[in-house]
């Protein structure tokens, strides 16, 4: 980016912080973005989106007095990703820049952020992993793997070299062209990535630094909403693709429970043939529960009575689909194993769109009924 001509004077940007008990950060976050003011000329106004922290960070907005700076105290719908959102929500600026408050994202890199955008970019990132960027010497490898490996999950919705980066700067036009934001836990970058459907996503090395004063948020909780995070974004970008991928992974998860079941209950003495039926009928519990919390989430509102049943008279019908398939082509072929897999193959097909639009279908009322 050196040597790029700077950002138009004209265009304002809002830099979005949002903070929880970070007071002890805010003075010097203050005052290189003040620095950057000077030095490049920015039309740069902060936005500190505070979740209640009551620890003196209002007090020391108020005793600033700094028109370009505004402490927002939020007391609902708390949570970082939220906070994010409610500050996109708020400010007219043509660009907004997203970072931490604990100073891991040095403010210095926002006018090559901002030349980014100037180049065309939908979004420009402030990126650890990429050609340049480094993180600090004691970040150690666990933290190292576990950031690798949530990379390696959101690939399918990204190629980006680092997709939990939390800083980031977006025209507000192209927020605008964005839909159903539905953002959970901590890093909202995807949201924005998926749901406003970005193509040319440019990435700005930075070095990620540690931060020295305060507490870390992050906590095994927050890591977790991060995978529920991504399954949203799945069922949003893929639809039933991705509803076929969670059913055939709860009917996998469904065999295992099966055959413990089955081992279980023979060790313990059962008649074979009994402990076969009631192996399938554990594994069938299992599955219809998990469907229900997870593939098909969406119609947990419904009776699940109701719901259970047509579960399992979908099942048997999907046995009698796989088993009249395989009886069908077993003549039909010479290796005969073909004719099972089909019949698989079937009953699967079967079982899932049964479940999919009869079983767990959405229930579309009238306005006014």
């Not at 960070?57 to 970082?80: A, H, P, Y």
């Not at 999950?153 to 997709?163: C, G, I, Q, V, Y």
Request: aromatic share 10%.
């Amino acid at each position: 980016m050196t040597g790029s001509p700077p950002p138009r004077s004209h265009c304002s940007i809002t830099v979005i912080v949002p903070t929880y008990r970070e007071a002890e950060n805010l003075p010097h976050l203050i005052e290189r973005l003040d620095l950057l003011r000077s030095a490049v000329g920015l039309d740069l106004k902060l936005l500190l989106m505070d979740d209640d922290s009551r620890d003196g960070s209002q007090e020391l907005i108020d005793s600033l007095g700094l028109t370009w700076v505004t402490l927002v105290t939020r007391r609902s719908k708390r949570g970082l990703s939220m906070a994010v959102m409610d500050g996109l929500e708020r400010s007219n600026s043509d660009i907004v820049v997203v970072m931490d408050a604990d100073l891991s994202h040095p403010p210095e890199k926002i006018p090559e952020l901002l030349t980014a955008l100037n180049n065309g970019a939908d979004v420009a990132v402030g990126s650890r992993f990429t050609d340049g960027g480094s993180t600090a010497d004691d970040w150690g490898p666990f933290r190292w793997l576990n950031s690798r490996i949530a990379t390696l999950l959101a690939l399918p919705l990204t190629a980006m070299s680092d997709p939990m980066s939390g800083f980031f700067a977006i025209r507000r036009s192209t927020l605008q062209a964005g839909r159903q934001f539905d953002p959970i836990g901590y890093k909202i970058l995807l949201e924005i990535i998926v749901k406003c459907r970005l193509k040319y996503v440019l990435e700005v090395p930075i070095h990620f630094e540690n931060r020295h004063r305060g507490s870390s948020k992050l906590s095994i909780a927050e890591q977790l909403k991060y995978f529920r995070h991504l399954r949203r974004l799945y069922m949003f970008r893929f639809g039933t693709w991705s509803h076929l991928a969670q059913f055939l992974v709860v009917g996998a998860s469904g065999l295992g429970i099966n055959l413990l079941a089955l081992t279980l209950l023979i060790s313990r003495g059962i008649a074979e043939k009994m402990s076969v039926a009631i192996a399938i009928g554990v594994s069938m519990v299992w599955n219809f529960a998990l469907n229900r919390r997870f593939s098909f989430s969406y119609a947990r509102g419904n009776s699940i009575v109701g719901q259970f049943l047509g579960f399992v008279a979908a099942c048997f019908m999907g046995a009698a689909v796989n088993y009249v398939t395989t009886t069908r082509l077993w003549p039909l072929l010479q290796f005969k194993q073909l004719a099972a897999v089909a019949g698989v193959l079937a009953g699967t097909g079967f079982n899932f769109a049964a479940s999919r639009f009869v079983v767990f279908r959405i229930k579309h009322v009238k306005p006014g009924t």
